[in-house]
Each structure stands twice: as C-alpha cells, then as structure tokens.
C-alpha cells in the first residue's frame, strides 16, 4: 500500500494533466475574485453577475473533478501500466491508493479559493457575491481579518473541499468499471448537479430523509460562515466515509475484472 502511494504520488508529480487542472483553479480563483470585487465597486453591471459564475468553485470542481478521478483510476488501464502495480501490491492495494490519490487532488481544487478569500480579505477591499456560493460569502463578509476569521476561512474551505470530492467520488467504481477517462468526467459532471434533486426529491420521501443525511449530498452538510465546529466535523466525517464507501464499491467491481 505505501509502495503504491508512493508511486501514484511521483506519478502524479509529473502529471500534465493534474498540474493544468490545479493551475486552471488557480486561476479562476484569481478572476471569480476579482469579478466580485468588480461588481462591488460598479466595475461591473449587476445583469453580467450570471456570467461570472462560470468561474464559481461548483462548476470548475463538477467539471475538473471527474476529470481527474477518470485520470488517476483509469490511465493505468489505458497505459496498461496496472499489470505492474497489480503485481507489485494487488488489487486493494492499488484501488485503496488510487482513492486516496484522486480524493486528495479533488479536494485540492476547491483550496485555491479559500486562499483568495483570504488575500481578498486581508486587502480589506469590498466585494458582492456574484452567487450565493460558500466562498462568496466568506468573501462579501467584510470586516477586520482576525485569526479567528482566517481559522474559520480555512475550515470551511477544506470541508466544503472534502464535501465536494466527496459528492464527486462515485466517479471511482465509474473509472474502474468504464476506464475512459472522457466519459468518465462526462458522466461525473451531469452527475453533480442532477445529485442535489436526486438528494432533494428523496428527502421528500418519507423515510429516506434519515438516509440522505448520511450522505454529503444532503443540503445540511454545506458549511458556511456560520457552520458551528460540530457541523464542520459532522461534514468531514459523512464525507470521508463515503468516499471509503465508494473505494469499497470500486474494489468490489474491479476484484473479479479481467484486466487486459
């Protein structure tokens, strides 16, 4: 299992892919903030707000996250690459690494965000949310930049991070079972916002609300500024657990594969 991290970690370090895909939240980041602060200041009109959300960390996240869950589960395939890490550390081994690799960059995408947030509000210039997103409101908050605001900041980032890997992690058995990276971020996109009526219409359902609570696709576990310490942890633990549960599910489909 370490030997496997290990090798999709330096994998990953030289990976075009996973570096334009960190560089691409970058810079959205840099300009999802810069056009709120426009639109505070009049530099932008209200009726081209819409435009903006195009930058929004849900959309870059739902379109860059499948991609890259596609590339770190189901390159080896295409590369055929898997055959030595089947026999150098097995099946478990290989998908559990696999999870935790493709969880982790997912997660990492939402993070250049939270760091705008952050320069954004120690320049202590104004800014309108373009769209009630939780960075948005981290950043239209206003205020002094306290260390408890920016221990907030970061909280929230990195569970509203882990939420949205967690959401994203049924692209896991997909990658395994379809190993087409493309159709892979294509299936996994319409995923992530056909999920929320998926959660929104079972809620309804009598009984099965309990059930979707224990998913992050229940509309509760969204932090936000006011998201109390237990509600954060609350959030980190449904999302890690699905995505173990997700890596089960993955390792189920693939233990009886045939790999060729």
């Known amino acids: 299992m370490i030997n496997q991290l290990r090798a999709d970690l330096y994998v990953m370090r030289h990976s075009a892919t996973a570096a334009l895909c960190l560089l691409t939240a970058t810079i959205a ?10 639109l505070a200041v009049g530099g932008l009109s209200a009726t081209s707000a819409q435009g903006v959300q195009g930058l929004s960390d849900i959309l870059l996240v739902s379109l860059l996250g499948p991609l890259l869950f596609g590339v770190v589960v189901s390159q080896p395939f295409e590369t055929r690459s898997v055959h030595d890490a089947l026999l150098a550390s097995g099946r478990v081994s290989f998908v559990a690494s696999k999870t935790v690799i493709a969880s982790l960059l997912v997660t990492g995408l939402s993070v250049p965000y939270g760091l705008a947030v952050l320069v954004g509000r120690a320049t202590g210039a104004e800014f309108a949310p373009a769209i009630p997103t939780t960075f948005s409101q ?46 892979v971020m294509a299936i996994g996109f319409v995923w992530s916002f056909v999920a929320d009526l998926v959660a929104t219409a079972a809620a309804d359902i009598g009984g099965l609300d309990a059930l979707v609570r224990l998913t992050p696709l229940a509309a509760e576990h969204l932090p936000g500024p006011e998201s109390t310490g237990g509600e954060l942890w609350s959030t980190v633990a449904v999302s890690v657990v699905f995505i173990v549960l997700m890596g089960a599910v993955a390792w189920a489909i693939f233990r009886r594969a045939d790999v060729k």
Do not use: N
Not at 29 to 38: K, V
Not at 148 to 173: D, H, N, Q, R
């Open 29 to 38: 980041a840099i300009l999802y903030t810069w056009l709120q602060h426009s």
């Open 138 to 183: 981290l950043l239209s908050a206003g205020g002094d930049l306290t260390g408890a605001e920016v221990g907030t900041i970061l909280a929230v980032t990195i569970t509203g991070a882990l939420l949205m890997a967690a959401k994203l992690s049924v692209c896991l058995p997909l990658a395994i079972w379809l190993k087409r990276p493309l159709v």
